[in-house]
């Protein structure tokens, strides 16, 4: 496994759509493993290979200890109507967080890394954390989900601290 480096944001990278994994194979094992790696020692619990420059749609989460979770060509199906609001990040943005309004709940359908398809349901903690990774494998940064106030003084004291 290797460590990635990530980009941080405003990189224009961040704001575009990754393309659909159609090699399943060693390369694409040894992407999850590095993205797994790169991810633990941000610290973070989810990563996409979009955060690292690899325009791909492959997701890493880590939402317990050492239960990793990969998903490739992930799609949300279906969202519920109940709505909660979660403080979000970004691996790309550390230390910076904001309260996110998303849906509770879930259905998605991905595949695993041998390329076998799969559906599923999410709910709460799993369901907000699918729908920040697809939007970023979309080209959403998550900051795009905050008022235009709230994402405003969010960059403003990014750049702050970035010297930008």
């Given at each position: 496994?290797?460590?990635?480096?990530?980009?941080?944001?405003?990189?224009?990278?961040?704001?575009?759509?990754?393309?659909?994994?159609?090699?399943?194979?060693?390369?694409?094992?040894?992407?999850?493993?590095?993205?797994?790696?790169?991810?633990?020692?941000?610290?973070?619990?989810?990563?996409?290979?979009?955060?690292?420059?690899?325009?791909?749609?492959?997701?890493?989460?880590?939402?317990?200890?050492?239960?990793?979770?990969?998903?490739?060509?992930?799609?949300?199906?279906?969202?519920?109507?109940?709505?909660?609001?979660?403080?979000?990040?970004?691996?790309?943005?550390?230390?910076?967080?904001?309260?996110?309004?998303?849906?509770?709940a879930i259905r998605f359908r991905y595949q695993d890394l041998?390329?076998?398809?799969?559906?599923?349901?999410?709910?709460?903690?799993?369901?907000?954390?699918?729908?920040?990774?697809?939007?970023?494998?979309?080209?959403?940064?998550?900051?795009?989900?905050?008022?235009?106030?709230?994402?405003?003084?969010?960059?403003?004291?990014?750049?702050?601290?970035?010297?930008?």
């Open positions: 496994m290797a460590k990635l480096p990530i980009l941080n944001y405003p990189d224009p990278r961040l704001s575009r759509p990754c393309a659909t994994v159609t090699e399943f194979g060693p390369a694409l094992r040894q992407l999850a493993d590095d993205l797994l790696e790169t991810m633990r020692a941000a610290p973070g619990v989810g990563i996409t290979a979009g955060h690292v420059g690899i325009p791909l749609r492959v997701v890493v989460l880590e939402l317990l200890p050492d239960k990793p979770l990969v998903y490739v060509n992930p799609v949300i199906l279906s969202l519920s109507g109940e709505t909660k609001r979660r403080v979000e990040g970004s691996v790309s943005m550390r230390g910076f967080t904001e309260d996110v309004e998303r849906p509770c041998a390329g076998g398809s799969h559906e599923e349901d999410a709910t709460d903690f799993h369901a907000i954390c699918i729908q920040h990774e697809v939007d970023q494998l979309d080209g959403i940064f998550w900051l795009k989900r905050l008022s235009r106030l709230k994402r405003d003084r969010l960059i403003r004291k990014w750049q702050k601290q970035n010297g930008a």
